[in-house]
Every structure is written in C-alpha cells, then in structure tokens.
C-alpha cells in the first residue's frame, strides 16, 4: 500500500462528516433562523376587512381641514390591516412614507395616485407608527398605527 492510499481513507471520511455537519447546520439552525425572522402568520397577509383612507376633495387648498380622511388611525393586524387610499380629489397626491421599514419602500416619493379614483393600497404586517404625507402638498398629513390582536 502506498503512502497516499493510507491517508486517502481518512481524508475521504472527515471529507464525509464535514459534508453531514454543514448539511445538520443549515438544515437544522440556519434556515429556522432565517425563516424565523420572515415568518409573518397567515391571518396578517389575508386580514378580513381592507380600511379605506379617502383622499378628499379639495386637499390642495391648505386652509381645508380635511385631506386623508380620517388622518390618523388604528388598525389591528389580522382584521383591518390592509390599507386602501383612494384619491378622490380631482389632482394626484401622494402618500409617501416618513418612517416605517417596508412601507417606506413601497411608498415612495415615485407614489402617485392619480385623481377621480386612483388607488394605493399597502398591508402593514407589523405593528408600529406609520406616519406619510403628501410630497406636493406636505401639509397634508396623516398617521397609521398598526397594533398586535388581542390575545
Ligand atoms: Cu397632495
């Protein structure tokens, strides 16, 4: 027998169980740890009730009290969690997310909603303080408060 064939053996076994180990790691605490974080419950992705924000006519004007109607509210995720804005001024506005993570993503500066009907709708899946505005009209402002369902 040869030198190499002697350690061949060996190499080809640790070889093997590294494989397994990496295999155990990932299959066992990386991707638990990984969907851990991404895992959203069902009933948060398909709430029963969608809560509609209307866009009021006459938001343009600043003196008008009324933009988003209403302009600051709670929603329960689970149940209303899923926000509809509906744009039924006769110019676009925006709903362009001050903080908030995800929403901050998809409602954007770029978020234009166009008049007489236009729609954005966006799921909040974890609670917190939403707060947007509208980019040409800042002073038209308004507020979301995603919170837990009762235990
Ligand atoms: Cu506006």
């Known amino acids: 027998m040869s030198q190499t064939s002697k ?3 060996p ?3 640790i070889c093997i169980l590294a494989a397994v180990a990496g295999f155990v790691w990932f ?3 990386y991707m638990p740890e990984i969907n851990k974080e ?3 419950p069902e009933e948060f992705l398909n709430p029963s009730e969608t809560t509609i924000i209307d866009i009021a006519l006459g938001s343009i004007d600043q003196d008008q009290v009324d933009n988003f109607v209403p302009n600051a509210i709670s929603v329960t995720l689970g149940e209303n969690n899923r926000v509809t804005w509906i ?3 006769s110019v676009i506005h925006t709903v362009t ?3 908030g993570k995800e929403f901050e993503k998809a409602a ?3 978020n234009y909603i166009d008049p007489d009907g236009g729609e954005f709708t966006f799921l909040f899946v974890e609670a917190g303080e939403y707060t947007y505005f509208c ?3 800042p002073w038209m402002r308004g507020a979301v408060t995603v919170v837990e369902p009762a235990e």
């Open 7 to 9: 350690i061949a053996g």
């Open 11 to 13: 190499i080809f076994v």
């Open 27 to 29: 299959q066992f605490v």
């Open 38 to 40: 991404i895992e959203i």
């Open 87 to 89: 744009n039924i001024d």
């Open 97 to 99: 997310a001050e903080v």
């Open 108 to 110: 954007g500066n770029a």
């Open 135 to 137: 980019a040409p009209h």
